[in-house]
Nanobody, 124 residues
Framework: QAQLVESGGGLVQPGGSLRLSCAAS????????MTWFRQAPGKEREFVAAVTVSGGPRYYADSVKGRFTISRDNAKNTVYLQMNSLKPEDTAVYFC?????????????????WGQGTQVTVSS
């Protein structure tokens, strides 16, 4: 059974930073793209960032480019999301996902494995 566990969320002031972690177990996640999505209250889940198998190509939503950095440590089966210059509009529950086969990496319904989410609140 695949399991993903996110951590690192919390309350931060605008302009601050947080680092999210997602620890994976139960499968060989080094073989899969790992992705962060987020969902704000009343909104649909949206793509944030993805890192491919070898940690090479990385993809970001336009809204987070230049502020967020995704990385992975395959030895630890962990993916990270470093979030800098946070804005109130970044407030959401952040989810990591994996298991993408050949679908669209930007589409949440292409991912079979999800974590439970971690709350990020950006507020003064």
């Amino acid at each position: 059974q695949a399991q993903l566990v996110e951590s690192g969320g919390g309350l931060v002031q605008p302009g601050g930073s947080l680092r999210l972690s997602c620890a994976a177990s139960g499968r060989t996640f080094s073989r899969y793209t790992m992705t962060w999505f987020r969902q704000a209250p009343g909104k649909e889940r949206e793509f944030v960032a993805a890192v491919t198998v070898s940690g090479g190509p990385r993809y970001y939503a336009d809204s987070v480019k230049g502020r967020f950095t995704i990385s992975r440590d395959n030895a630890k089966n962990t993916v990270y999301l470093q979030m800098n210059s946070l804005k109130p509009e970044d407030t959401a529950v952040y989810f990591c996902a994996t298991g993408l086969s050949r679908g669209n990496l930007y589409a949440s319904d292409e991912y079979p494995y999800w974590g439970q989410g971690t709350q990020v609140t950006v507020s003064s």
